[in-house]
């Protein structure tokens, strides 16, 4: 144990050329390093797909970070293949104290420059339910210095502070969808919501379909709306199943759909090319 703790660290002080948080920050080339998705309907499946554009980025050379912030059913940890937190460990002990090293909690991944927070699926669900917007930029900001890019898994909770919290302090927004009659709603409920109480919303009005099974579906109505969809990813029952064994579908499947590939691709560089600074 103690030999990978030690891993670990040699790992992250590449990542962050400082021993202890709350030095000097390190600077990215990227504007808008902090990323969100939020589901706006069932069928929609974030983890499915944070975890296979994290390991595209990751792949760019990107330091990456994904948080599951689905803090009552964490799920992206077995999309990733990685071993859960014990009770206690991982997010909530980062959002506790300030004095908590992120080091020992972020979990390294099978896949190169990919790395992991998330919550403890042994968690009490009544032990997240105090947390303040503080403790979320806390955690949101001091993840920002240290890696390149961080994707965060929203829960489509209003009341919860991870879900306002984490809009508040992302860059970028999206939001995915499914072709679901309530889904345009939805969105906008929460964009009207959270403008409500100040959070700016113009960072949360892209929406990326999911799950697309060629229905006849009115996709105006997103633009009607002031949404803009930037991509369509169609159902990949394999990807589905290879996540079952922890294994990525645009990694481990030697046949990748092409329509999924090239809407990934989209966001890959969308995330990327069209956000670095000069």
């Known amino acids: 144990m103690d030999r990978e703790k030690r891993s670990i660290r040699q790992i992250f002080s590449k990542i962050s050329p400082v021993d202890l948080l709350g030095s000097e920050v390190q600077s990215s080339e990227l504007i808008y390093n ?5 589901s706006s309907s ?6 499915f797909l944070i975890s296979n554009l994290g390991f595209l980025l990751a792949q ?8 599951d912030f689905k803090v009552f059913y964490p799920n992206i940890y077995l999309f990733l293949d990685v071993p859960p ?9 980062v959002l506790k104290s300030d004095k908590v090293d992120f080091r020992e909690e972020i979990q390294p991944t099978k896949f190169s420059n ?10 009490l669900i009544e032990e997240y339910l105090d947390f303040t917007f503080d403790h979320i930029d806390h955690v949101i900001n001091n993840l920002k210095q240290m890696f390149d890019i961080v994707l965060i898994d929203v829960p489509n909770n209003p009341p919860l502070e991870f879900c306002l919290g984490a809009m508040k302090s992302s ?4 939001f995915t969808a499914a072709e679901r009659l309530e889904c345009p709603g939805n969105i906008i409920k929460l964009l009207d919501f959270a403008a409500s109480i100040g959070i700016s919303t113009s960072k949360f009005t892209s929406v990326i379909l999911m799950n697309m099974l060629d229905l006849t579906f009115d996709y105006k109505v997103f633009t009607d709306a002031g949404l803009k969809i930037v991509a369509c990813l169609p ?6 199943a290879r996540a079952l064994d922890g294994r990525l579908y645009v990694k481990d499947n030697p046949m990748i759909n092409k329509y999924f590939d090239k809407h990934m691709d989209t966001l890959v560089k969308l995330l990327v090319d069209g956000n670095k600074g000069g």
Do not use: E, R, W
Not at 34 to 38: A, H, L, Q, R, Y
Not at 85 to 93: N, P, T
Not at 235 to 240: E, T
């Open 60 to 67: 760019k050379g990107l330091y990456t970070c994904i948080v």
């Open 235 to 240: 159902l990949v029952k394999q990807g589905y």
């Open 34 to 38: 902090v990323v969100s998705f939020i």
């Open 85 to 93: 937190h014990k009770k206690s460990d991982g997010l909530i002990k």
């Open 42 to 47: 069932d069928f929609c499946d974030n983890a």
């Open 171 to 174: 860059h970028i927004g999206f």
């Open 114 to 123: 990919l790395f992991l927070l998330s919550p403890s699926p042994q968690d």
